[in-house]
Protein backbone atom coordinates (compact mmCIF):
# COMPACT_ATOMS: atom_id res chain seq x y z
CA UNK A 1 0.00 0.00 0.00
CA UNK A 2 1.12 3.64 -0.64
CA UNK A 3 2.16 6.07 1.99
CA UNK A 4 -1.38 8.07 1.75
CA UNK A 5 -3.27 4.47 2.37
CA UNK A 6 -0.89 4.18 5.49
CA UNK A 7 -2.48 6.83 6.64
CA UNK A 8 -5.96 6.76 5.37
CA UNK A 9 -6.13 3.36 7.07
CA UNK A 10 -4.96 4.93 10.32
CA UNK A 11 -7.49 7.39 10.43
CA UNK A 12 -9.78 5.03 9.65
CA UNK A 13 -9.08 2.43 12.61
CA UNK A 14 -9.02 5.32 14.92
CA UNK A 15 -12.17 6.76 13.72
CA UNK A 16 -13.80 3.52 14.09
CA UNK A 17 -12.30 3.21 17.39
CA UNK A 18 -13.06 6.14 19.20
CA UNK A 19 -16.81 6.05 17.75
CA UNK A 20 -17.20 2.70 19.72
CA UNK A 21 -15.26 3.08 22.46
CA UNK A 22 -15.63 6.88 23.84
CA UNK A 23 -18.45 9.41 24.81
CA UNK A 24 -16.57 12.34 22.81
CA UNK A 25 -19.31 13.55 20.22
CA UNK A 26 -19.05 11.70 16.81
CA UNK A 27 -19.04 15.44 14.51
CA UNK A 28 -15.97 16.03 16.70
CA UNK A 29 -14.08 12.68 16.05
CA UNK A 30 -15.45 13.11 12.74
CA UNK A 31 -13.92 16.11 12.09
CA UNK A 32 -10.67 15.66 13.80
CA UNK A 33 -10.07 12.63 11.11
CA UNK A 34 -11.09 14.66 8.31
CA UNK A 35 -8.64 17.56 9.55
CA UNK A 36 -6.04 15.10 9.63
CA UNK A 37 -6.48 13.55 6.08
CA UNK A 38 -6.89 17.44 5.05
CA UNK A 39 -3.68 18.32 6.34
CA UNK A 40 -1.63 14.93 5.51
CA UNK A 41 -2.51 15.83 1.80
CA UNK A 42 -4.28 12.68 1.21
CA UNK A 43 -7.23 14.16 0.40
CA UNK A 44 -8.04 17.97 -0.62
CA UNK A 45 -10.06 20.62 0.23
CA UNK A 46 -12.69 20.20 -2.71
CA UNK A 47 -12.96 16.01 -1.68
CA UNK A 48 -12.61 16.73 2.04
CA UNK A 49 -15.89 18.85 1.67
CA UNK A 50 -17.98 17.45 -1.11
CA UNK A 51 -20.20 16.10 1.22
CA UNK A 52 -21.81 19.53 1.71
CA UNK A 53 -22.79 19.35 -1.78
CA UNK A 54 -24.34 15.87 -2.08
CA UNK A 55 -27.88 15.81 -3.02
CA UNK A 56 -28.34 13.10 -0.61
CA UNK A 57 -27.52 14.90 2.76
CA UNK A 58 -29.12 18.19 1.83
CA UNK A 59 -31.85 15.75 1.55
CA UNK A 60 -31.91 14.67 4.53
CA UNK A 61 -31.64 17.86 6.32
CA UNK A 62 -34.79 19.25 4.23
CA UNK A 63 -36.65 16.23 5.53
CA UNK A 64 -35.99 17.34 9.14
CA UNK A 65 -37.72 20.56 8.73
CA UNK A 66 -41.24 18.99 7.50
CA UNK A 67 -41.41 16.29 9.89
CA UNK A 68 -40.38 19.74 12.29
CA UNK A 69 -43.83 20.77 10.41
CA UNK A 70 -45.83 17.80 11.41
CA UNK A 71 -44.46 17.53 14.94
CA UNK A 72 -45.56 22.13 15.25
CA UNK A 73 -49.08 21.16 13.58
CA UNK A 74 -49.43 17.89 15.93
CA UNK A 75 -49.71 15.85 12.89
CA UNK A 76 -48.09 12.91 14.40
CA UNK A 77 -49.44 12.83 17.89
CA UNK A 78 -52.96 12.99 16.23
CA UNK A 79 -52.02 10.01 13.91
CA UNK A 80 -50.80 7.84 17.50
CA UNK A 81 -53.86 8.73 19.29
CA UNK A 82 -56.20 7.69 16.79
CA UNK A 83 -54.75 4.31 15.36
CA UNK A 84 -52.81 2.53 18.88
CA UNK A 85 -56.70 1.88 20.47
CA UNK A 86 -57.16 -0.37 23.09
CA UNK A 87 -55.61 -3.79 22.78
CA UNK A 88 -56.48 -6.91 24.78
CA UNK A 89 -53.18 -8.01 25.59
CA UNK A 90 -49.22 -6.88 25.06
CA UNK A 91 -48.73 -8.82 21.73
CA UNK A 92 -51.63 -7.05 20.15
CA UNK A 93 -50.39 -3.84 21.48
CA UNK A 94 -47.14 -3.86 19.86
CA UNK A 95 -48.84 -5.12 16.67
CA UNK A 96 -51.62 -1.90 16.86
CA UNK A 97 -48.11 -0.04 17.50
CA UNK A 98 -45.72 -1.56 14.95
CA UNK A 99 -47.47 -1.25 12.11
CA UNK A 100 -48.46 2.19 11.83
CA UNK A 101 -44.87 3.26 12.86
CA UNK A 102 -43.28 1.09 10.07
CA UNK A 103 -45.67 2.45 7.62
CA UNK A 104 -44.74 6.65 8.77
CA UNK A 105 -41.07 5.84 9.03
CA UNK A 106 -41.44 4.78 5.18
CA UNK A 107 -41.66 7.93 4.39
CA UNK A 108 -40.57 9.93 7.34
CA UNK A 109 -37.17 10.11 8.66
CA UNK A 110 -37.53 7.55 11.50
CA UNK A 111 -35.99 9.32 14.40
CA UNK A 112 -38.86 12.02 14.80
CA UNK A 113 -41.53 9.56 14.33
CA UNK A 114 -39.86 7.66 17.74
CA UNK A 115 -39.65 11.14 19.13
CA UNK A 116 -43.53 11.74 18.79
CA UNK A 117 -44.53 8.24 19.75
CA UNK A 118 -42.26 7.78 23.13
CA UNK A 119 -44.66 9.80 25.48
CA UNK A 120 -47.57 8.54 23.69
CA UNK A 121 -46.74 5.40 24.01
CA UNK A 122 -45.55 5.52 27.93
CA UNK A 123 -49.47 7.13 28.04
CA UNK A 124 -51.07 4.77 26.68
CA UNK A 125 -48.86 1.69 28.57
CA UNK A 126 -50.04 3.22 31.43
CA UNK A 127 -53.66 3.36 30.81
CA UNK A 128 -53.64 -0.25 29.91
CA UNK A 129 -51.42 -1.88 32.64
CA UNK A 130 -48.60 -3.12 30.48
CA UNK A 131 -45.07 -2.82 30.91
CA UNK A 132 -43.73 -0.19 29.11
CA UNK A 133 -40.12 -2.15 28.30
CA UNK A 134 -42.81 -4.12 26.27
CA UNK A 135 -43.63 -1.45 23.98
CA UNK A 136 -40.57 0.97 23.37
CA UNK A 137 -38.01 -1.58 21.77
CA UNK A 138 -40.34 -2.65 19.29
CA UNK A 139 -41.08 0.82 18.37
CA UNK A 140 -37.58 1.55 17.75
CA UNK A 141 -37.13 -1.75 16.00
CA UNK A 142 -40.65 -1.23 13.59
CA UNK A 143 -39.09 2.43 12.13
CA UNK A 144 -36.16 1.17 11.52
CA UNK A 145 -37.79 -1.62 9.59
CA UNK A 146 -39.90 0.45 8.21
CA UNK A 147 -37.02 3.50 7.15
CA UNK A 148 -35.75 0.08 5.14
CA UNK A 149 -38.48 0.06 2.53
CA UNK A 150 -38.70 3.38 0.53
CA UNK A 151 -35.64 5.67 -0.46
CA UNK A 152 -36.37 8.36 2.05
CA UNK A 153 -37.25 6.01 5.38
CA UNK A 154 -34.23 6.43 6.75
CA UNK A 155 -31.02 9.20 5.90
CA UNK A 156 -28.72 6.32 5.00
CA UNK A 157 -30.32 5.31 2.27
CA UNK A 158 -30.49 8.60 0.53
CA UNK A 159 -26.47 9.05 1.75
CA UNK A 160 -26.06 5.61 -0.71
CA UNK A 161 -28.36 7.28 -3.42
CA UNK A 162 -26.57 10.04 -2.76
CA UNK A 163 -22.95 8.24 -3.87
CA UNK A 164 -24.36 5.85 -6.43
CA UNK A 165 -25.16 9.36 -8.38
CA UNK A 166 -21.72 11.47 -8.01
CA UNK A 167 -19.30 8.34 -7.17
CA UNK A 168 -20.81 5.51 -9.02
CA UNK A 169 -22.23 7.59 -11.78
CA UNK A 170 -25.35 5.44 -11.96
CA UNK A 171 -29.06 6.80 -11.96
CA UNK A 172 -30.33 7.51 -8.56
CA UNK A 173 -33.24 4.71 -7.49
CA UNK A 174 -36.97 5.12 -7.24
CA UNK A 175 -38.58 5.82 -4.37
CA UNK A 176 -39.39 1.64 -3.99
CA UNK A 177 -36.86 0.43 -5.52
CA UNK A 178 -35.29 -1.15 -2.37
CA UNK A 179 -38.95 -2.52 -0.76
CA UNK A 180 -38.40 -5.36 -2.84
CA UNK A 181 -35.72 -6.28 0.18
CA UNK A 182 -36.82 -3.87 2.55
CA UNK A 183 -40.29 -5.05 2.92
CA UNK A 184 -39.34 -8.97 3.31
CA UNK A 185 -37.21 -7.71 6.23
CA UNK A 186 -40.07 -5.83 7.81
CA UNK A 187 -42.68 -7.98 7.60
CA UNK A 188 -40.81 -10.85 8.88
CA UNK A 189 -38.65 -8.83 12.10
CA UNK A 190 -42.12 -7.61 12.87
CA UNK A 191 -43.23 -11.22 12.86
CA UNK A 192 -40.05 -12.20 15.19
CA UNK A 193 -41.07 -9.40 17.39
CA UNK A 194 -44.51 -10.44 17.96
CA UNK A 195 -43.49 -13.95 18.58
CA UNK A 196 -40.20 -13.67 20.69
CA UNK A 197 -41.03 -10.68 22.63
CA UNK A 198 -43.42 -12.93 24.88
CA UNK A 199 -40.10 -14.54 26.04
CA UNK A 200 -36.93 -12.20 25.82
CA UNK A 201 -38.24 -8.67 25.90
CA UNK A 202 -38.31 -7.67 29.52
CA UNK A 203 -40.59 -6.39 32.08
CA UNK A 204 -39.74 -2.76 33.61
CA UNK A 205 -40.80 -0.08 34.59
CA UNK A 206 -39.16 3.21 33.20
CA UNK A 207 -37.92 5.64 35.35
CA UNK A 208 -40.31 8.37 34.99
CA UNK A 209 -42.82 5.41 36.82
CA UNK A 210 -40.17 5.11 39.88
CA UNK A 211 -39.17 9.07 40.18
CA UNK A 212 -41.38 12.00 41.57
CA UNK A 213 -40.71 15.69 40.58
CA UNK A 214 -41.40 17.33 43.86
CA UNK A 215 -42.95 20.31 41.93
CA UNK A 216 -46.89 19.54 42.05
CA UNK A 217 -48.81 22.21 40.25
CA UNK A 218 -52.62 22.47 40.14
CA UNK A 219 -53.29 23.87 36.61
CA UNK A 220 -57.18 24.15 34.84
CA UNK A 221 -58.08 23.73 31.54
CA UNK A 222 -61.33 24.34 29.64
CA UNK A 223 -62.99 22.32 27.26
CA UNK A 224 -63.21 23.86 23.81
CA UNK A 225 -66.87 23.72 22.90
CA UNK A 226 -67.12 22.26 19.14
CA UNK A 227 -63.93 20.07 19.58
CA UNK A 228 -63.39 16.39 19.53
CA UNK A 229 -63.19 15.83 23.60
CA UNK A 230 -67.31 17.17 23.86
CA UNK A 231 -69.13 13.97 24.24
CA UNK A 232 -66.28 11.55 24.86
CA UNK A 233 -65.61 10.17 28.29
CA UNK A 234 -62.80 10.71 30.32
CA UNK A 235 -61.30 7.51 29.14
CA UNK A 236 -62.12 7.64 25.27
CA UNK A 237 -60.38 11.20 25.63
CA UNK A 238 -56.89 10.08 27.14
CA UNK A 239 -57.60 12.02 30.33
CA UNK A 240 -57.06 8.85 32.97
CA UNK A 241 -54.33 7.70 34.15
CA UNK A 242 -51.95 10.07 32.86
CA UNK A 243 -48.50 10.13 34.03
CA UNK A 244 -47.44 11.92 36.69
CA UNK A 245 -50.75 13.91 36.35
CA UNK A 246 -54.23 13.26 37.75
CA UNK A 247 -57.55 14.88 37.27
CA UNK A 248 -58.67 16.08 40.17
CA UNK A 249 -62.28 17.33 39.86
CA UNK A 250 -64.11 18.68 37.01
CA UNK A 251 -66.17 22.12 37.52
CA UNK A 252 -69.28 22.19 35.39
CA UNK A 253 -71.56 25.45 35.65
CA UNK A 254 -69.71 26.16 39.11
CA UNK A 255 -71.65 22.74 40.16
CA UNK A 256 -67.74 20.64 41.24
CA UNK A 257 -67.72 17.01 40.65
CA UNK A 258 -65.16 15.49 42.15
CA UNK A 259 -63.70 11.39 42.27
CA UNK A 260 -64.13 11.64 38.61
CA UNK A 261 -65.30 8.17 36.97
CA UNK A 262 -63.55 6.78 33.79
CA UNK A 263 -67.03 6.90 31.93
CA UNK A 264 -67.58 10.46 33.03
CA UNK A 265 -68.61 12.15 29.87
CA UNK A 266 -66.90 15.82 29.28
CA UNK A 267 -69.48 18.71 28.13
CA UNK A 268 -68.30 22.41 26.42
CA UNK A 269 -66.98 24.89 28.74
CA UNK A 270 -66.00 22.11 31.29
CA UNK A 271 -63.60 23.17 33.67
CA UNK A 272 -60.81 20.28 34.43
CA UNK A 273 -58.20 20.79 37.67
CA UNK A 274 -55.20 18.71 37.51
CA UNK A 275 -52.71 18.27 39.93
CA UNK A 276 -49.03 16.98 38.67
CA UNK A 277 -45.59 18.01 37.54
CA UNK A 278 -44.55 20.20 34.87
CA UNK A 279 -43.62 17.59 32.45
CA UNK A 280 -46.95 16.64 32.33
CA UNK A 281 -48.24 19.44 31.72
CA UNK A 282 -46.73 20.07 28.79
CA UNK A 283 -48.45 17.18 27.30
CA UNK A 284 -51.75 18.13 28.73
CA UNK A 285 -51.29 21.53 27.08
CA UNK A 286 -50.74 20.04 23.76
CA UNK A 287 -53.99 17.94 23.63
CA UNK A 288 -56.56 18.88 20.86
CA UNK A 289 -59.74 20.28 22.53
CA UNK A 290 -58.27 21.72 25.75
CA UNK A 291 -57.20 25.23 26.97
CA UNK A 292 -55.45 26.88 29.74
CA UNK A 293 -58.68 27.95 31.46
CA UNK A 294 -56.80 31.39 33.06
CA UNK A 295 -58.59 34.24 31.32
CA UNK A 296 -54.98 36.17 31.77
CA UNK A 297 -53.45 33.66 28.90
CA UNK A 298 -55.85 35.46 26.28
CA UNK A 299 -54.38 39.27 27.61
CA UNK A 300 -51.24 38.32 26.32
CA UNK A 301 -49.62 40.03 23.22
CA UNK A 302 -47.82 36.93 21.60
CA UNK A 303 -50.41 34.21 20.00
CA UNK A 304 -50.18 30.96 21.62
CA UNK A 305 -47.71 29.07 19.70
CA UNK A 306 -45.04 32.28 20.27
CA UNK A 307 -45.32 30.91 23.55
CA UNK A 308 -43.50 28.84 25.87
CA UNK A 309 -44.45 27.59 29.66
CA UNK A 310 -41.34 29.13 32.23
CA UNK A 311 -40.54 27.72 35.48
CA UNK A 312 -39.72 30.95 37.76
CA UNK A 313 -38.54 30.96 41.74
CA UNK A 314 -39.92 34.14 43.04
CA UNK A 315 -37.28 35.80 45.04
CA UNK A 316 -37.65 38.00 48.50
CA UNK A 317 -36.95 41.37 46.28
CA UNK A 318 -39.80 41.04 43.75
CA UNK A 319 -41.99 43.84 43.79
CA UNK A 320 -44.84 41.74 44.33
CA UNK A 321 -44.21 39.88 47.59
CA UNK A 322 -47.31 40.02 50.08
CA UNK A 323 -49.75 40.84 47.28
CA UNK A 324 -52.04 38.37 45.21
CA UNK A 325 -50.94 37.74 41.68
CA UNK A 326 -54.30 39.40 40.85
CA UNK A 327 -54.15 42.66 43.05
CA UNK A 328 -50.09 43.15 41.98
CA UNK A 329 -50.95 42.62 38.14
CA UNK A 330 -48.58 40.65 37.61
CA UNK A 331 -49.38 40.02 33.61
CA UNK A 332 -49.22 43.47 33.36
CA UNK A 333 -45.65 44.16 35.11
CA UNK A 334 -43.68 40.94 33.68
CA UNK A 335 -45.67 40.75 30.46
CA UNK A 336 -46.75 36.78 31.16
CA UNK A 337 -49.86 34.90 33.11
CA UNK A 338 -49.37 32.78 35.44
CA UNK A 339 -50.72 29.55 35.03
CA UNK A 340 -49.86 27.38 38.16
CA UNK A 341 -47.89 27.80 41.47
CA UNK A 342 -46.14 25.22 43.89
CA UNK A 343 -44.89 26.19 47.26
CA UNK A 344 -42.56 23.96 48.87
CA UNK A 345 -43.38 21.19 46.53
CA UNK A 346 -46.91 21.42 47.01
CA UNK A 347 -49.95 22.66 45.26
CA UNK A 348 -52.15 25.75 46.90
CA UNK A 349 -55.65 25.42 46.77
CA UNK A 350 -56.68 28.44 45.97
CA UNK A 351 -57.81 30.72 42.62
CA UNK A 352 -54.52 31.47 40.67
CA UNK A 353 -55.58 35.25 41.34
CA UNK A 354 -56.11 35.13 44.83
CA UNK A 355 -52.79 33.57 45.70
CA UNK A 356 -50.44 35.50 48.00
CA UNK A 357 -47.01 35.57 46.50
CA UNK A 358 -44.10 34.56 49.03
CA UNK A 359 -40.35 34.01 48.63
CA UNK A 360 -39.16 30.94 47.23
CA UNK A 361 -42.89 29.97 45.47
CA UNK A 362 -42.38 28.19 42.01
CA UNK A 363 -44.56 29.77 39.84
CA UNK A 364 -45.40 28.10 35.90
CA UNK A 365 -46.26 30.61 33.60
CA UNK A 366 -46.99 31.47 30.22
CA UNK A 367 -44.92 34.14 28.20
CA UNK A 368 -43.25 34.77 25.31
CA UNK A 369 -39.56 32.67 25.32
CA UNK A 370 -38.23 36.53 25.42
CA UNK A 371 -39.26 36.36 29.10
CA UNK A 372 -35.89 34.46 30.17
CA UNK A 373 -33.86 36.40 28.67
CA UNK A 374 -35.24 39.62 30.14
CA UNK A 375 -35.54 38.33 33.82
CA UNK A 376 -32.85 36.45 33.91
CA UNK A 377 -30.58 38.64 35.27
CA UNK A 378 -32.98 40.86 37.27
CA UNK A 379 -33.51 40.43 41.37
CA UNK A 380 -37.38 39.59 40.97
CA UNK A 381 -36.77 35.99 40.82
CA UNK A 382 -34.10 33.39 41.65
CA UNK A 383 -33.86 31.23 38.74
CA UNK A 384 -35.94 31.45 35.48
CA UNK A 385 -35.81 28.68 33.28
CA UNK A 386 -37.96 28.04 30.20
CA UNK A 387 -39.57 24.26 29.94
CA UNK A 388 -38.70 22.64 26.70
CA UNK A 389 -40.96 21.74 23.98
CA UNK A 390 -43.66 23.28 25.83
CA UNK A 391 -45.47 25.63 22.60
CA UNK A 392 -48.58 24.00 21.76
CA UNK A 393 -49.50 22.43 18.15
CA UNK A 394 -50.69 24.34 16.07
CA UNK A 395 -53.92 22.09 15.42
CA UNK A 396 -55.91 24.80 12.97
CA UNK A 397 -52.66 23.39 10.68
CA UNK A 398 -52.83 19.95 11.05
CA UNK A 399 -54.43 19.41 7.56
CA UNK A 400 -51.94 22.09 5.65
CA UNK A 401 -49.03 19.67 6.88
CA UNK A 402 -50.45 16.16 6.34
CA UNK A 403 -51.60 17.49 2.88
CA UNK A 404 -47.91 18.58 2.36
CA UNK A 405 -46.38 15.37 3.44
CA UNK A 406 -48.98 13.07 1.00
CA UNK A 407 -48.29 15.37 -2.08
CA UNK A 408 -44.32 15.31 -1.74
CA UNK A 409 -44.75 11.44 -1.56
CA UNK A 410 -47.07 11.17 -4.07
CA UNK A 411 -44.55 13.80 -6.58
CA UNK A 412 -41.81 11.69 -5.68
CA UNK A 413 -43.94 8.10 -6.62
CA UNK A 414 -45.33 9.06 -9.38
CA UNK A 415 -41.09 10.95 -11.02
CA UNK A 416 -42.46 14.37 -11.21
CA UNK A 417 -39.63 15.52 -9.30
CA UNK A 418 -36.88 14.14 -7.42
CA UNK A 419 -36.62 13.99 -3.95
CA UNK A 420 -34.45 16.87 -3.18
CA UNK A 421 -36.48 18.78 -4.87
CA UNK A 422 -39.73 18.19 -3.33
CA UNK A 423 -38.35 17.76 0.37
CA UNK A 424 -37.19 21.14 -0.90
CA UNK A 425 -40.87 21.98 -2.39
CA UNK A 426 -42.59 20.82 1.24
CA UNK A 427 -40.42 22.11 3.46
CA UNK A 428 -40.98 25.60 1.63
CA UNK A 429 -44.99 25.08 1.78
CA UNK A 430 -44.55 23.65 5.61
CA UNK A 431 -43.39 27.67 6.09
CA UNK A 432 -45.74 29.17 3.55
CA UNK A 433 -48.80 27.70 5.53
CA UNK A 434 -47.79 28.71 9.01
CA UNK A 435 -47.02 24.99 9.69
CA UNK A 436 -43.73 25.95 10.84
CA UNK A 437 -42.08 29.11 11.37
CA UNK A 438 -38.89 30.34 9.82
CA UNK A 439 -37.06 29.84 12.94
CA UNK A 440 -38.77 26.66 13.70
CA UNK A 441 -37.14 25.32 10.59
CA UNK A 442 -33.94 26.61 11.21
CA UNK A 443 -33.88 24.70 14.65
CA UNK A 444 -35.00 21.60 13.31
CA UNK A 445 -31.48 21.42 11.21
CA UNK A 446 -29.29 18.65 12.92
CA UNK A 447 -25.81 20.52 12.84
CA UNK A 448 -24.45 17.70 14.07
CA UNK A 449 -25.71 15.16 11.81
CA UNK A 450 -24.88 17.46 9.19
CA UNK A 451 -21.45 17.40 10.37
CA UNK A 452 -21.08 14.18 10.73
CA UNK A 453 -22.30 12.77 7.62
CA UNK A 454 -20.12 15.59 5.60
CA UNK A 455 -16.99 14.32 7.15
CA UNK A 456 -17.57 11.41 7.27
CA UNK A 457 -18.02 11.68 3.43
CA UNK A 458 -14.64 13.41 3.15
CA UNK A 459 -13.12 10.27 4.59
CA UNK A 460 -14.84 8.00 2.46
CA UNK A 461 -13.30 10.25 0.18
CA UNK A 462 -9.62 9.70 1.59
CA UNK A 463 -10.15 6.25 1.41
CA UNK A 464 -11.38 5.69 -1.78
CA UNK A 465 -8.69 8.14 -3.59
CA UNK A 466 -5.83 7.29 -1.78
CA UNK A 467 -6.26 3.46 -3.32
CA UNK A 468 -6.91 2.11 0.47
CA UNK A 469 -10.63 0.76 -0.71
CA UNK A 470 -9.06 -0.89 -3.88
CA UNK A 471 -6.40 -2.53 -1.49
CA UNK A 472 -8.86 -3.59 1.38
CA UNK A 473 -11.29 -4.45 -1.62
CA UNK A 474 -8.38 -6.74 -3.18
CA UNK A 475 -7.53 -8.75 -0.01
CA UNK A 476 -11.34 -9.60 0.45
CA UNK A 477 -11.95 -10.83 -3.11
CA UNK A 478 -8.50 -12.67 -2.53
CA UNK A 479 -9.30 -13.73 0.16
CA UNK A 480 -12.98 -15.57 -0.35
CA UNK A 481 -12.19 -16.33 -4.18
CA UNK A 482 -13.41 -14.93 -7.07
CA UNK A 483 -17.66 -15.76 -5.73
CA UNK A 484 -19.35 -12.16 -5.87
CA UNK A 485 -21.84 -13.88 -3.68
CA UNK A 486 -19.28 -14.53 -0.69
CA UNK A 487 -17.73 -11.23 -1.05
CA UNK A 488 -21.20 -9.66 -0.95
CA UNK A 489 -21.77 -11.29 2.41
CA UNK A 490 -18.49 -10.70 3.92
CA UNK A 491 -18.73 -6.94 3.15
CA UNK A 492 -22.16 -7.05 4.31
CA UNK A 493 -21.22 -8.97 7.51
CA UNK A 494 -18.33 -6.33 7.92
CA UNK A 495 -20.79 -3.15 8.10
CA UNK A 496 -23.55 -4.83 9.96
CA UNK A 497 -20.67 -5.71 12.59
CA UNK A 498 -20.07 -2.06 12.46
CA UNK A 499 -23.43 -0.40 12.93
CA UNK A 500 -23.45 -1.74 16.33
CA UNK A 501 -21.06 0.72 17.45
CA UNK A 502 -20.72 3.64 14.92
CA UNK A 503 -23.12 5.78 13.42
CA UNK A 504 -25.58 3.96 10.37
CA UNK A 505 -24.71 7.25 8.21
CA UNK A 506 -20.75 7.05 8.97
CA UNK A 507 -20.72 3.29 8.24
CA UNK A 508 -22.52 3.70 4.83
CA UNK A 509 -20.03 6.15 3.83
CA UNK A 510 -16.85 4.25 4.62
CA UNK A 511 -17.89 1.07 4.00
CA UNK A 512 -19.57 2.40 -0.13
CA UNK A 513 -15.78 3.15 -1.68
CA UNK A 514 -15.00 -0.56 -0.41
CA UNK A 515 -17.92 -1.99 -2.01
CA UNK A 516 -17.38 -0.54 -5.66
CA UNK A 517 -13.57 -1.28 -5.56
CA UNK A 518 -14.69 -4.78 -5.09
CA UNK A 519 -17.54 -4.63 -7.48
CA UNK A 520 -15.34 -3.12 -10.40
CA UNK A 521 -12.54 -5.86 -10.04
CA UNK A 522 -15.29 -8.23 -9.72
CA UNK A 523 -16.74 -6.93 -12.66
CA UNK A 524 -19.92 -6.88 -11.19
CA UNK A 525 -22.90 -4.42 -11.19
CA UNK A 526 -22.54 -2.51 -8.21
CA UNK A 527 -26.41 -2.08 -6.68
CA UNK A 528 -26.23 -5.58 -5.24
CA UNK A 529 -23.12 -3.95 -3.15
CA UNK A 530 -25.03 -0.53 -2.60
CA UNK A 531 -28.47 -2.15 -1.73
CA UNK A 532 -27.50 -4.63 0.61
CA UNK A 533 -25.22 -1.62 2.74
CA UNK A 534 -28.64 0.12 2.74
CA UNK A 535 -30.03 -2.77 4.51
CA UNK A 536 -27.78 -3.26 6.76
CA UNK A 537 -26.18 0.26 7.59
CA UNK A 538 -30.19 0.73 8.66
CA UNK A 539 -30.66 -2.55 10.42
CA UNK A 540 -29.00 -1.90 13.88
CA UNK A 541 -30.90 -3.86 16.52
CA UNK A 542 -28.22 -5.36 18.95
CA UNK A 543 -27.01 -2.12 20.66
CA UNK A 544 -28.44 0.78 21.90
CA UNK A 545 -25.34 2.57 20.22
CA UNK A 546 -25.25 2.02 16.58
CA UNK A 547 -28.85 3.94 15.40
CA UNK A 548 -30.19 6.65 17.25
CA UNK A 549 -33.81 5.25 17.92
CA UNK A 550 -32.50 2.77 19.96
CA UNK A 551 -30.76 5.12 22.30
CA UNK A 552 -33.42 7.27 22.73
CA UNK A 553 -36.08 4.14 24.30
CA UNK A 554 -33.22 3.47 26.31
CA UNK A 555 -33.64 5.47 29.06
CA UNK A 556 -37.72 5.73 28.99
CA UNK A 557 -37.81 1.70 29.14
CA UNK A 558 -35.14 1.52 31.61
CA UNK A 559 -33.64 -1.31 29.47
CA UNK A 560 -29.95 -2.44 29.81
CA UNK A 561 -27.51 -3.75 27.08
CA UNK A 562 -28.35 -7.20 27.70
CA UNK A 563 -31.85 -6.28 26.85
CA UNK A 564 -31.21 -5.19 23.41
CA UNK A 565 -27.93 -8.04 22.80
CA UNK A 566 -30.95 -10.57 23.91
CA UNK A 567 -33.72 -9.56 21.54
CA UNK A 568 -31.58 -7.60 18.97
CA UNK A 569 -29.27 -9.81 17.80
CA UNK A 570 -31.10 -12.72 15.65
CA UNK A 571 -32.95 -9.32 14.33
CA UNK A 572 -29.92 -8.01 13.41
CA UNK A 573 -28.60 -11.63 12.04
CA UNK A 574 -31.95 -11.84 10.06
CA UNK A 575 -31.93 -8.85 8.32
CA UNK A 576 -28.14 -9.13 7.33
CA UNK A 577 -29.44 -12.92 5.83
CA UNK A 578 -32.35 -11.74 4.03
CA UNK A 579 -30.23 -8.93 2.63
CA UNK A 580 -27.38 -11.04 1.12
CA UNK A 581 -29.85 -13.40 0.31
CA UNK A 582 -32.51 -11.29 -1.87
CA UNK A 583 -30.74 -8.51 -3.27
CA UNK A 584 -28.60 -11.05 -5.78
CA UNK A 585 -31.57 -12.71 -6.94
CA UNK A 586 -33.57 -8.97 -7.47
CA UNK A 587 -30.46 -7.24 -9.00
CA UNK A 588 -28.08 -9.40 -10.50
CA UNK A 589 -24.63 -9.50 -10.21
Not at 461 to 479: E, M, N, R, Y
Not at 491 to 504: C, E, R
Request: proline residues 5%; hydrophobic residues 50%; charged residues 15%.
Amino acid sequence: MSLDAWIALGVLVAVIGLLAATRIGPDLIMLAGLTVLLVAGVVGPEEALSGLSNPGIIAVIVLLAVAAGLNATGALGWVAQHVLGRPKSVAGAQARLMAPVAVMSAFLNNTPVVAMFVPTVVEWARQHRMSVSKLLMPLSYAAILGGMCTLIGTSTNLVINGLLITDAHRPGLGLFDIAAVGLPCAVLGMGYVLLAGRWLLPERKGPLAEVQDPRQYTVEMLVEPGSSMVGKTIEQAGLRHLEGLYLMEIDRAGEPIVAVEPAERLKADDRLIFVGVVESVVQLRRMRGLRLATDQVFKLDAPPQARALVEAVVSDSCGLIGQTIRDGRFRSVYGAAVIAVSRNGRRIRKKIGDIVLRPGDTLLLEAHPSFVDRQRDRRDFYLVSAVRDSSPPRHDRIWYSLAILAGMVAVVTIGWLSMLQAALLAAGLMVVTRCLTGPEARRSIDRQLLLVIAAAFGIGKAVQTSGLAADLAGAITHAVGASPWVSLAVLSGLASLMTGFISNNAVAVLMFPIAMSAARDLNVSILPFAISLMVVSAGSFATPLGYQTNLMVYGPGGYRLGDYLRMGLPLHLLSWLLAVTLTPLIWPF
